[in-house]
């Protein structure tokens, strides 16, 4: 199984904030890594695929970037709808690992 | 647009079967994509269980491969999670989700509002 590690697992942030998440995988996965939001009692929302492919829908202050075993989320400007939780998932391999998730939280 | 409901028993006994069923609405089981399950323990992160295609083809995490069986009902435009001996760690939120793809990249963009199984002593 491809291990993904993320960090931090949480982080404090203010709105306006420009705030970027980890994802490191276990071995090389070239590009094949998304990212979803998931906010309480919501069921996770998809915001980029293919390490940097903004899902349609999804606000330009979202970006993702990477390759191999060691990609990034960036916010670019944290708005208030923003605060929830953040995973990514590889599907380089056939068992389609998350992560453990990077809960976004108010400072 | 495609839209997911899954559905099943909330309450699960010791070492009974948990079955799950994802209805398909707007959209066609037997397109060009893969249908997936995942859960969620109580406050805790994501986990992928397996996905299937209209085909029958199956994909199923390691960890779980030996208790699990996805299926897929192409009449009734929806596919099912089994997974047997159920324990208290089988409790969760259990979503279903269709699997998109580009190319070789595979992504969940679709998602189920997710049901609640726990396990019942």
């Known amino acids: 199984d491809i291990q993904m590690t993320q960090s931090p697992s949480s982080l404090s942030a203010s709105v306006g904030d420009r705030v970027t998440i980890t994802c490191r995988a276990s071995q090389s996965i070239s590009t094949y890594l998304n990212w979803y939001q998931q906010k309480p009692g919501k069921a996770p929302n998809l915001l980029i695929y293919?390490?940097?492919s903004l899902q349609s829908g999804v606000p330009s202050r979202f970006s993702g970037s990477g390759s191999g075993t060691d990609f990034t989320l960036t916010i670019s400007s944290l708005q208030p709808e923003d605060f929830a939780t953040y995973y990514c998932q590889q599907s380089y391999s056939m068992s389609r690992t998350f992560g453990q998730g990077t809960k976004v939280e108010i400072k | 647009q495609v839209q997911l409901q899954e559905s099943g028993p909330g309450l699960v006994k010791p070492s009974g079967t948990l079955s799950l069923t994802c209805a398909v609405s707007g959209g066609s089981i037997s397109s060009n994509n893969w249908w997936s399950w995942v859960r969620q323990p109580p406050g805790k992160g994501l986990e992928w269980i397996g996905e299937?295609?209209?085909?029958?083809?199956?994909n199923y995490n390691p960890s779980l491969k030996s208790r699990v069986t996805i299926s897929v009902d192409k009449s009734k435009n929806q596919f099912s999670l089994k997974l047997s001996f159920m324990t208290a760690a089988d409790t969760a939120l259990y979503y279903c989700?269709?699997?998109?793809?580009?190319?070789?990249?595979?992504?969940?963009?679709?998602w189920g509002k997710g049901t609640t199984v726990t396990f019942s002593s």
């Open positions: 989700a269709r699997v998109e793809s580009f190319g070789d990249y595979y992504y969940m963009d679709v």
């Open positions: 299937i295609f209209h085909s029958g083809s199956t």
């Open positions: 293919a390490t940097s």
